[in-house]
């Protein structure tokens, strides 16, 4: 199935690199079927109809993909290299995640994080990842989200933090999971959060999680984290 994405469900034409891709990459033409969505759950079927450059398409059947019963949510402090950030957006999407939350820490440095964390890609590399993944929802990705003030607000059924106290031993995320419902897991700096941010995590009602026996780069604990959640919510 060749899956596109247009967000605006009125438009009925490719824009410039899926138009590309679609003739370039898949060889597509007129009266070719390709699937549209508008990452918001519309699935519709069309027919091509391919003039030049400009590629539209008639919609000939629509349907509304219902989300699933659960929600992930990621929030995390991004790395210091803007294509780690991107990979674990990338992968994080693939695996199965509503939204994701990059959080200004106490460890964080304001001063490259426009630099590593740009929303505009970062929407771009979800919207690719999704429709290779073959899902129609894409994640809401949020940024510049102030740690207490973001803590503060956190309404989701589960709320947890990735963090172990040194010679304390905390379940793993995985048995944390509450089935059906929403699940919220923060992931901290390099340098991990700060004693301050922990114990205020814990007066919000956050419970501390393990990801693990081994210590994990931040953008492998989000994915590690993501997909444990997922698999938790996958079993009965």
């Known amino acids: 199935m060749h899956l596109f994405y247009q967000p605006h469900e009125n438009l009925f034409e490719l824009d410039e690199e899926e138009a590309k891709h679609s003739s370039k990459v898949l060889r597509l033409g007129s009266g070719d079927i390709i699937y549209v969505t508008n990452g918001k759950g519309l699935l519709q079927k069309c027919i091509l109809n391919v003039q030049a450059r400009k590629v539209g398409y008639e919609v000939v059947e629509s349907s509304l993909i219902p989300r699933r019963n659960f929600e992930v949510v990621i929030a995390v402090a991004p790395t210091r290299k803007a294509e780690r950030n991107e990979w674990m957006v990338e992968k994080l999407t693939e695996i199965g995640v509503e939204r994701i939350d990059f959080l200004v820490s106490e460890h964080t440095n304001p001063e490259t994080l426009n630099r590593v964390v740009n929303q505009v890609r970062l929407n771009r590399i979800a919207a690719s990842a999704m429709k290779q993944s073959q899902q129609y929802y894409m994640p809401v990705i949020t940024v510049n989200n102030k740690f207490d003030t973001f803590i503060k607000d956190a309404s989701e059924d589960s709320r947890l933090i990735a963090y172990v106290p040194e010679q304390n031993k905390v379940e793993h995320v995985f048995s944390r999971v509450r089935k059906n419902s929403s699940t919220l897991l923060l992931i901290g700096p390099e340098g991990d959060f700060s004693n301050r941010e922990v114990e205020l995590a814990l007066e919000q009602g956050f419970s501390t999680v393990s990801l693990g026996p081994t210590r994990l780069r931040t953008e492998t604990a989000a ?14």
């Open 223 to 236: 994915i590690a984290g993501c997909h444990a959640i997922n698999l938790a919510q996958g079993l009965s």
